[in-house]
């Protein structure tokens, strides 16, 4: 099994280092990361300093988050894709190897329990939800980080979403098991998610998030009173508190 794991970066150079090093800690297995730069270049230079044969990466400034991802995608030479931002961590060197026992047996979308830690204050809270085709209809309860699959399934299924920007994840989880492929799941916290202070506050990206929602929603015939990421998270907040 070879993994291609899809790190699109957006002038993040210190996280995007400390996100490359965990994936190189990993053992036993065949791996290497494309790399998709959509900022100032920073990103092709901390892949040149590593100077790491397995990192690649490419210039693709100012398309957004998901057109980054599927640039990377076409790019990948793996059987198999992970998702990982540049901000984001593979928390335990055997997590791919994890990944693959999940595998062997049959194509499917895995994903693992994590920890979400706050950029700001540093607190951290277990992320431990699990999700079936039915409340993946309701809550978005699956971390995009770590999240593998066959790369053939880009091929039945097309490419990432662009319309709906950030829930471009949630659709995809959607699609994936419309098409009945099943969810497995690693059981113990193995990737770090961070969450950064005031990240989408504004009003314009409020509206853009909305937007989206609604065009999610629209497109698999969701109710528009349903979870996002952030409101499943800010319940585990108060869950810790």
């Not at 994890?98 to 950029?119: R, Y």
């Not at 662009?162 to 113990?188: C, M, N, Q």
Request: overall charge negative; charged content about 25%.
């Amino acid at each position: 099994m070879h993994f291609s794991v899809i790190t699109p970066t957006y002038n993040r150079p210190e996280y995007l280092l400390e996100e490359l090093r965990s994936i190189q800690r990993q053992l036993g297995e065949i791996w290497e990361v494309v790399v998709v730069d959509d900022g100032d270049g920073s990103g092709i230079q901390v892949v040149r300093d590593l100077n790491d044969s397995r990192i690649k990466a490419i210039q693709n400034p100012g398309t957004g988050q998901v057109e980054a991802r599927n640039a990377g995608v076409r790019l990948a030479n793996g059987d198999h894709i992970v998702l990982l931002d540049d901000d984001d961590l593979l928390a335990v060197p055997d997590y791919l190897s994890q990944v693959k026992t999940l595998l062997t047996t049959e194509p499917a979308l895995v994903h693992s329990f994590g920890w979400m830690i706050e950029e700001e204050g540093g607190n951290r809270h277990l992320w431990d939800l699990k999700a079936d085709p039915c409340s993946l209809r309701k809550d978005n309860t699956l971390l995009v980080a770590g999240l593998t699959y066959p790369r053939v399934f880009h091929k039945e299924l097309g490419d990432f979403d662009a319309t709906v920007g950030g829930y471009f994840d949630w659709d995809w989880h959607l699609r994936v098991t419309a098409a009945g492929y099943p969810l497995k799941t690693i059981e113990s916290p193995s990737v770090v998610y961070r969450i950064h202070a005031g990240s989408g506050s504004s009003k314009v990206k409020a509206k853009r998030r909305k937007h989206s929602f609604e065009l999610l929603c629209r497109k698999h015939g969701l109710e528009t009173n349903i979870k996002n990421h952030a409101v499943v998270f800010s319940e585990l907040r108060q869950k810790d508190s």
